[in-house]
């Protein structure tokens, strides 16, 4: 497994569109992808249509404590046109 970080302090420099873009591009090279946006305002979730959303936030899915409904994780494929 490989993890690759997109960290910078500044806002506004694209790290969430490059995370987007690379997590796309990955996914249609047929890899395995987790992308994970931990910011306090996180808007990577508008790049993709989500099949579930943890009531808790981030912090509730990661620890297990979502809904066992919400911890279905679909494949992305395609998701760049």
Known sequence: MQVMS??????????????????????????????LDLDVQPTLSSYYDLASRAPGGHSSYISGMAPPSTRDIQPLRGVLA
């Not at 969430?16 to 090279?29: E, S, V």
């Open 6 to 35: 997109i960290i910078s302090t500044k806002g506004g420099v694209g790290k969430t569109t490059i995370a987007a873009n690379l997590g796309g591009f990955m996914a249609d090279a047929d890899l395995r992808v987790l992308l």
